[in-house]
């Protein structure tokens, strides 16, 4: 009872939890819409020196059927000097043999076998850069001037991507950029499709607004990193975190780097079209996340203001998505609930229907509104219509949490590689940036 007034707390805690991700996503709204400040970004013509080195790396385990189309489109970018370096992982394929087919003095490989092998991506990405500094590329590469890029082996940059991304290292302080993520085969797979969805609307919504912020993200696939910058995390700058890349951009901002976002640009990759391998894909990331919470003392040590709050909060969601999904529980119940009464004749209407479709798939439909400027043929009502797919795809990430909890309670952190398919290579299309202004 409150004021004589009987409070439900449950339903209380839900509706403000409800309030406090709404608010989030307006904000972000609203600032992914604007130009930092701090943004100066010179014109300069990489058909001629413009004084970066790029080192592309490719961390690969059984990637023979996704490798050879990867290297191709990096050889393909516009770069005087660039480099690319696959790092085999102990692979039971042919993926050794395909990088050793290319016959271009760019193309480095580098094999790793057991024991040292297979123990995760960071471990991987660590030897490339050790290789890297200790002249296995066959030159010495000078620190604050080299661009190491990180690339799956299904990657596929677009063609302007170096243009977006190397005149923003002017900046000294600049430790990385992240570019876009899209999904090559969205268009022929639901799930895929989702996914596809779930990346555009990450990055052009809360990537861009994390600009304002200070807390910008690196993700695992077109990672651009400057290697003075790796260097000054030590001699082993990733982690065996099962999100790497989570991991890593957190602590280079609690170091001092800048970190931030291109919309100008995106690399694309295969989508997942079976959902068993959706969730433990998704398990992997989300027990990754949880991880990623020991990096709290550091983050709220070592920065201020929206950067450090704004980042608490993204450390701190995976917990906030827990507690979510008791809600969803509930509130999937009281529709079977409602449907038991369609059937017994008790339906009473009410406005909370109206209320709990508002929030439960209006901010979605705001969000379906800004794909489909990535996606301008898509039909409005088919976007509609995806819009209510994709609340019901995002209950999957309940799944997935709970499961890598499980997995965390039992100890366990190790990984299961994402199986590649054999796909018709698609041409990426060169990104659009969603309503800038002119710089």
């Known amino acids: 009872m409150l004021t004589s007034s009987q409070v439900d707390p449950v339903a209380t805690l839900a509706v403000a939890l409800v309030l406090l991700s709404v608010a989030y996503l307006v904000r972000m709204l609203v600032l992914s819409r604007r130009t930092p400040q701090h943004t100066v970004e010179p014109q300069i013509d990489l058909t001629q020196d413009p004084g970066y080195d790029v080192v592309f790396l490719v961390p690969c385990l059984d990637e023979e059927l996704v490798l050879g189309g990867g290297i191709e489109r990096l050889l393909a970018l516009p770069h005087p000097r660039m480099s690319v370096l696959v ?71 677009e063609e302007q991507s170096l243009h977006a991304v190397l005149p923003k290292f002017v900046d000294p302080v600049l430790g990385g950029v992240q570019i876009g993520v ?67 951009g957190v602590r280079l901002l609690t170091a001092g780097w800048r970190l931030d976002f291109s919309s100008d640009a995106a690399v694309h990759q295969q989508g997942l079209v079976d959902l068993g391998r959706w969730v433990r894909q998704r398990t992997r990331w989300f027990q990754g996340h949880l991880q990623a919470w020991g990096l709290v003392p550091r983050v709220l040590d070592s920065l201020k203001g929206s950067a450090r709050i704004d980042l608490y909060y993204h450390l701190t969601s995976p917990f906030l998505l827990l507690v979510a999904s008791l809600f969803s529980v509930a509130f999937t119940a009281w529709v079977l609930d409602l449907v038991t009464d369609v059937y017994t004749g008790e339906l009473e209407p009410s406005w909370w229907w109206v209320t709990s479709y508002a929030f439960a798939v209006g901010p979605t439909l705001v969000l379906t509104l800004l794909y489909r400027r990535r996606e301008p043929d898509l039909p409005v009502l088919t976007a509609f219509a995806l819009a209510h797919v994709y609340v019901a795809y995002s209950m999957l990430w309940y799944a997935a949490g709970w499961r890598a909890v499980g997995r965390t309670l039992r100890g366990r952190t190790g990984w299961a590689k994402t199986e590649r398919l054999r796909t018709v ?14 710089r």
């Not at 043999?97 to 660590?126: T, Y």
């Not at 607004?209 to 695992?220: F, K, N, Q, T």
């Open 87 to 157: 790092v085999d992982d102990g692979s039971q394929d042919a993926t050794a043999a395909v990088a050793r087919s290319f016959d271009d003095p760019r193309v480095h490989l580098l094999q790793r076998f057991a024991p040292e092998a297979r123990l995760g991506k960071g471990e991987a990405l660590n030897a490339a850069v050790a290789h890297l500094l200790s002249g296995g590329l066959g030159r010495h590469f000078d620190p604050d001037g080299t661009i190491v890029c990180v690339v799956d082996a299904d990657g596929r940059l």
């Open 182 to 248: 899209r999904i090559n085969n969205r268009r022929s797979d639901l799930l895929a499709r989702m996914q596809d969805m779930e990346f555009v609307l990450y990055t052009d919504v809360f990537q861009r607004g994390r600009r304002h912020l200070g807390s910008v993200g690196l993700g695992g696939n077109g990672q651009f990193v400057r290697l003075s910058a790796l260097m000054s995390l030590g001699s082993a700058p990733w982690t065996r975190s099962l999100s790497e890349d989570l991991d890593l």
């Open 425 to 438: 290579e698609e041409e990426p299309a060169p990104a659009e940036p969603l309503g800038l202004p002119a």
